[in-house]
């Protein structure tokens, strides 16, 4: 018997635009979220819609590339090494995911999910009255020096992108960057089919609203565990305590959905890959430019409604450890090195990106308990991948056949070797 109520874990991007989805589509739904939007990777990230992210992080390549990318070496990847007991056994599962074989098989699984990405997020925003989330069309990616621009080009033409295509820019384009940076860059190649959010947390926002005026309900509390007997019941942790309970439950708690999997018998080995943003609302970026990658620095720019936001760095971790504020700086220096206008005290914000070791999502319905959904481990396609995720689970919900096949983003792949 299919439930008629559910409850949803986790209130970032993923969770939201799903319980909207659910609550929508008929079912009574309880989105239980601790309520602090800046915990989330959804709050910081950089907006992009990314269509083109369709080759898996866990590759051959990756791992020829890792002593260069390393943070010490100026690159953008680092570990926090007293959490080694959590990235630890993560990295020798993503050294066992980077086998060709299997990132083959994950390509092909992210290419058909992400097809459906931008065509996705358009009808969620049209649904939850606010079509303008959806805002400009494309990116770019920039190099500064020659030699950066041949090699970045040719890795670029040896990479897949999915629905996403792409053109080398012209002087024209190029020049746009001279009045907002020290010196145009060199080169760079604009993408068609993908897009950006004109502010993540206002769509997060937006997707809240309507949920609400569907006639959902929101809890601010911490779940501690999830059980179930007759029914599934959410355990809230903190000083109120007390349970929560529906017919189903949704698990989208992003980084932290392992512990709660694992309090359901599920091997699910997700981990905080932190990402770090700096953001001012005083800046000269011209609005008409679009979402920039500078491959050089590891770094994009993007410019929202509240200001300029740029972004960096690959940090494992838990996803409750402080910031390091040596990432901060290294950002503000590089926006700097730039001429790119910024604060001189900019808002800062770190993130934990809930990421899988073969860098492909958890969607599903549990094997052990078909009440129990689960939408996770969307490592830094979460707000690209957060509308189909939602059309996707509520398929499942109803009981209707998804538009796409799901098994290769079932979470019992990992208990399966």
Do not use: C
Not at 94 to 120: E, K, M, V
Not at 231 to 250: F, K, M, P, Q
């Amino acid at each position: 018997m299919q439930p008629k109520s559910y409850l949803v874990i986790g209130g970032g991007l993923v969770g939201a635009a799903s319980a909207l989805r659910l609550q929508a589509a008929g079912f009574a739904v309880t989105l239980i979220d601790p309520g602090d939007p800046r915990r989330a990777a959804s709050f910081g990230n950089i907006g992009h819609i990314a269509a083109e992210q369709v080759s898996p992080l866990a590759s051959r390549e990756s791992l020829r590339t890792f002593p260069g990318r390393l943070f010490g070496l100026g690159g953008p990847l680092d570990f926090r090494w007293r959490d080694a007991g959590l990235w630890g056994p993560w990295a020798l599962r993503f050294i066992a995911a980077s086998d060709p074989a299997r990132h083959a098989r994950g390509q092909a699984a992210l290419t058909a999910i992400l097809a459906h990405a931008l065509p996705a997020w358009r009808r969620l925003a049209d649904f939850s009255g606010a079509p303008g989330v959806v805002g400009r069309d494309g990116h770019a990616v920039v190099w500064m020096s020659q030699i950066a621009a041949e090699k970045g080009l040719r890795s670029w033409e040896r990479s897949p992108t999915g629905s996403a295509a792409f053109r080398p820019m012209g002087a024209d384009d190029l020049n746009r960057y001279a009045s907002v940076m020290t010196r145009a860059p060199v080169a760079g190649i604009r993408f068609s089919g993908t897009a950006q959010v004109s502010e993540p947390q206002a769509a997060r926002d937006a997707l809240m609203a309507a949920f609400r005026a569907q006639g959902g309900e929101v809890v601010h509390a911490h779940v501690a565990r999830l059980s179930s007997g007759d029914r599934v019941i959410a355990h809230l942790g903190g000083g109120g305590g007390g349970t929560r309970e529906a017919e189903g439950a949704l698990v989208a708690a992003g980084a932290w959905a392992g512990r709660l999997m694992r309090g359901l018998g599920v091997e699910a080995p997700v981990i905080g890959e932190r990402g770090y943003s700096v953001q001012s609302a005083e800046h000269g970026w011209d609005e008409a430019l679009p979402p920039t990658v500078f491959e050089e620095q590891s770094m994009v720019v993007s410019r929202f409604t509240s200001g300029l936001r740029a972004s960096s760095f690959v940090e494992f971790g838990s996803p409750d450890a402080p910031g390091d504020p040596r990432k901060w700086r290294a950002l503000e220096r590089r926006l700097s090195d730039l001429g790119i206008g910024f604060s001189s005290e900019p808002d800062r914000w770190v993130g934990p990106r809930p990421t899988l070791p073969d860098y492909l999502p958890a969607i599903g319905r549990l094997e052990r308990d078909p009440r129990i959904l689960y939408a996770f481990g969307h490592q830094h396609l979460g707000l690209t991948l957060s509308a189909i995720t939602a059309e996707l689970t509520a398929s499942l919900a109803q009981g209707v056949e998804p538009a796409i096949d799901l098994n290769p983003f079932r979470i019992e792949r990992f208990s399966r070797g």
